[in-house]
């Protein structure tokens, strides 16, 4: 069936290109003829449409998209609490069920007539697509998106770059005042599962220490590594970890949400509060967190994000269905959905960019 209407929505957390992405799908499919709309926040604008005042879907035109090709965030909005299948609801008895609202969601998408998808989103983002075109849901075309860069069947996600670039930059400042008050400062950094954004802004940053879920740490060389500083004379020390490190003889850090949801957070207070204990040395903590999905992509997302929105729509014009787009330089491809769902892509252990680390001097923790 010829393609004629199509929708794009953006699903999980934000990260920078995204509204690249956006605006390369619009004016693409407006070049063939295509008409082309919004879903606001994820599939909330179709699952609760009576909460946007312009309406749950909107109509994207040339003019939605002009001048956002450098702006972060997504003009469609997101969310990483709407998942059809499990959708939070409150129930009769004050309490959130979880609800599933997928035929609602693909009766609504019926509704509106699309004959195609541009879904935006990572791992879980597109593993709900994928499970939308199980159950009779419309074609689906994938644009990998984190800046946790875990996405397996692409070199590499958009958002990712700007996400290390920053964290670079903040190392870089870190380095300054850790230096000038001979300080231990211990940088927290986003990486649930995997470690991808503390290796490459650490390695970049000359970090001394870097902790990642990949490879579980023990603190107490961590210490060891920051007192042979001290005894060669560097009185400071820059130590990277991603949110989802734990130590070998323990497990992730969680915090509790109110409402008694649990979530990633805290380890690098830990870490430093561990520091300080055992090097007797004054630690500082400092968390990067969202700081690292805001900002202005680099030139190198908004390249990919732009030529991701394209090869998403050429693809669809092409007739590839349910796949993602995925960068496999010097071009772009794309992969089955259900392949590019099926694992996440962790730091391999044998990685020129491990055995880099290690040559450099820099300790991971084990
Ligand atoms: O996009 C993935 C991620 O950056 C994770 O590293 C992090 O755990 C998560 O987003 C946090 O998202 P939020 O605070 O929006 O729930």
New binding site residues.
């Given amino acids: 069936m010829p393609i004629k209407r199509i929708a794009v929505m953006t699903g999980?957390?934000?990260?920078p290109g995204l509204n690249a992405v956006i605006r390369a799908v619009v004016i693409t499919a407006l070049s063939y003829g295509w008409e082309c709309f919004g879903i606001r926040d994820s599939y909330d604008g179709l699952l609760e449409p009576e909460r946007y005042r312009e309406g749950g879907v909107i109509h994207l035109t040339r003019e939605s998209v002009r001048g956002i090709t450098h702006l972060g965030g997504t003009i469609l909005g997101t969310t990483?609490k709407g998942d059809p299948f499990a959708y939070p609801l409150v129930g009769a008895n004050g309490q959130v069920e979880l609800t599933d609202r997928s035929v609602e969601l693909i009766r609504a998408l019926r509704q509106h007539q699309f004959d195609a998808l541009i879904i935006i989103g990572?791992d879980g983002t597109l593993s709900i697509a994928y499970a939308l075109t199980q159950n009779g849901g419309p074609p689906v075309m994938g644009v990998p998106?984190?800046?946790?860069n875990?996405l397996a069947q692409t070199t590499v996600t958009f958002?990712f770059d700007t996400?290390v670039s920053f964290a670079t930059e903040c190392l870089d400042r870190l380095h300054a005042t850790g230096h000038a008050h001979s300080r231990v400062m211990v940088v927290e950094v986003?990486?649930?599962?995997a470690g991808w954004?503390a290796l490459e802004a650490g390695v970049a940053g000359t970090a001394d220490v870097i902790l990642i879920p990949e490879i579980p740490y023990d603190i107490n060389r961590v210490a060891a590594k920051i007192k042979k500083r001290e005894e060669q004379g560097h009185h400071f020390a820059i130590v990277v970890v991603?949110?989802?490190a734990r130590p070998q003889q323990g497990t992730v850090s969680m915090v509790e949400r109110p409402g008694g949801a649990q979530?990633?957070g805290r380890i690098g207070e830990k870490v430093a509060e561990e520091l300080q204990t055992l090097t007797g040395k004054d630690v500082r903590a400092v968390t990067l967190?969202?700081l690292?999905?805001g900002g202005t992509p680099t030139a190198f997302d908004r390249l990919i994000s732009l030529r991701f929105g394209a090869a998403a729509i050429r693809g669809l014009a092409a007739g590839q269905r349910n796949v993602m787009v995925a960068l496999d330089p010097p071009t772009v491809r794309y992969v089955p959905l259900a392949e590019a769902t099926r694992q996440i892509k962790l730091v391999p252990l044998d990685s020129d960019i491990i055995q880099t680390a290690r040559e450099l001097g820099i300790s991971l923790g084990d």
Avoid at 12 to 15: L, P, S, V
Avoid at 145 to 148: Q, R, S, Y
Wanted: neutral net charge.
């Fill in positions: 999980g957390g934000d990260a990483n990572g998106k984190t800046i946790d875990d958002g996400a986003m990486g649930r599962n954004i991603a949110e989802g979530r990633l967190g969202h690292l999905r």
